[in-house]
């Protein structure tokens, strides 16, 4: 507030007379209030992908495709295609397709 008055006294033109503030002058009116909105709920409160895969009959798991995703585009499909890119399964006698869904929690 100091620094205000003495900005104000440096820069007045001298024929105007004496400059005068008040508090009134200073003082700025609130908003009316309204009636409070909700915020909105977070964009991503969680993300779930599915994932299909083939479980070889050596145990490894490969050729994934996302099959849904709930928020696409983000790049959470890749993702869980990363993550299942080091998963193994038991050993079987032929090799099997499977759906699996990822859940992505903030």
Do not use: N
Request: glycine share 6%; hydrophobic share 50%.
């Amino acid at each position: 507030m100091i620094a205000l008055t003495l900005a104000l006294a440096l820069f007045a033109d001298p024929s105007l007379g004496q400059l005068t503030l008040t508090r009134a002058a200073l003082t700025v009116e609130p908003a009316p209030m309204t009636a409070l909105e909700p915020a909105p709920a977070p964009l991503l409160q969680s993300v779930a992908v599915t994932l299909e895969c083939t479980a070889f009959a050596d145990g490894r798991v490969g050729e994934c495709a996302v099959l849904e995703e709930t928020h696409p585009g983000l790049g959470f499909g890749d993702a869980a295609i990363a993550l299942m890119a080091d998963a193994t399964t038991d050993r079987s006698a032929v090799d099997h397709r499977f759906a699996r869904t990822i859940q992505f929690m903030p």
